[in-house]
């Protein structure tokens, strides 16, 4: 045996393949048609894995940048994938299609309108109830865990429409959470929601993330927001869409910890401050495609 071998660590010797990996990815819609879009093109990223932990990626851009074409082609979305060039993979494997190690929250409510919250919470676990091998009263009994840990305790038997917005996003996390996804994709989740619900939907993530452990990637519009979630923030620009800075040495989120408390420090929006200077950098590049 050499040297090395006899020095070399058993666990060192093990190394982790990546949470997720993009190699080379590139996504062009329309090829060869007037309507070509080059949407994205040399997206080469690869995010390590942190066991017990994990990484939230927050990434803001210019509208027709790309950020969603990503987030569908890492969720396997036949409407988007696969890529036009590059590989896509997820722990060291090429994805091939959806899969339920990896989640995804919608800006849009993303329940059954004709199902009860319960029912909703429930369905992730039911339709893949033979993978799992989880039975019926494990899977109502887990699904009213996640409803009381989103705070939805006591609307069980509610259907959507009988929720606000705010609660709605939670049903969406709960849905997507009771799945224990190694990876969360978010496009805009509260967008929608009026600023007190958001600061709340914000806590509410950040205390959940350090139960889930995962790799969290979202897409927003807030650069407060970006800067508050993110232990990395990618600033996309557009034509095409590709990474044109990533921020690192970002201070984390603190569970339990107010959000407004957190994003009224100056270390925070001098932050926050630089993340804008560069974003407005992107806006140079004009829009080409429809
Ligand atoms: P962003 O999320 O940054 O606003 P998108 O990823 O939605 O950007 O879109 C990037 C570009 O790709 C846009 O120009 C958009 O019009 C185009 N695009 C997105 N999806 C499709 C599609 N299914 N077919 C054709 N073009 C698309």
Same mark, same amino acid.
């Given at each position: ?55 939230? +990626?927050?990434? *803001? @851009?210019?509208? #027709? ?7 569908? &082609?890492?969720? !396997? ?69 996640? +409803?009381?840990? *989103? @705070?939805?305790? #006591? ?7 009988? &929720?606000?917005? !705010? ?73 095409? @869409? ?13 569970? !339990? ?34």
């Amino acid at each position: 045996m050499s040297q090395a071998g006899e020095n070399a660590s058993p666990v060192a010797s093990v190394q982790k393949p990546p949470v997720v990996e993009f190699r080379h990815v590139g996504k062009t819609f329309d090829p060869g048609t007037p309507r070509q879009c080059v949407a994205l093109e040399e997206l080469d990223f690869s995010i390590e894995d942190t066991p017990g932990r994990g990484e939230f +990626i927050a990434i *803001v @851009g210019p509208s #027709g940048c790309g950020k969603s074409t990503m987030l569908n &082609l890492l969720a !396997g979305f036949k409407e988007v994938y696969p890529p036009s060039c590059g590989e896509i993979l997820v722990h060291g494997r090429p994805i091939c299609g959806p899969g339920i190690d990896r989640g995804m929250i919608f800006q849009k409510y993303s329940s059954f309108p004709q199902m009860t919250v319960l029912r909703n919470v429930c369905f992730g676990l039911e339709i893949n109830r033979r993978k799992l091998g989880t039975d019926q009263k494990e899977i109502v009994s887990q699904a009213r865990q996640w +409803i009381e840990r *989103v @705070g939805l305790g #006591g609307h069980e038997n509610k259907y959507p429409h009988q &929720l606000s917005g !705010g609660q709605q996003q939670r049903v969406a996390i709960a849905r997507s959470l009771i799945l224990k996804p190694q990876i969360i994709l978010m496009d805009e989740p509260f967008s929608a929601l009026d600023e007190p619900t958001r600061l709340e939907m914000q806590k509410l993530l950040v205390d959940l993330w350090q139960e889930i452990a995962a790799t969290v990637f979202i897409v927003t519009h807030s650069l407060v927001e970006a800067v508050y979630f993110g232990d990395r923030v990618w600033v996309f620009r557009r034509n095409p @869409g590709s990474i044109q800075k990533e921020f690192r040495d970002i201070p984390p989120a603190v569970p !339990g910890m107010a959000p407004l408390e957190v994003q009224r420090s100056p270390q925070f929006l001098a932050m926050v401050e630089r993340v804008a200077a560069e974003f407005r950098t992107t806006l140079d590049h004009q829009q080409v495609c429809a």
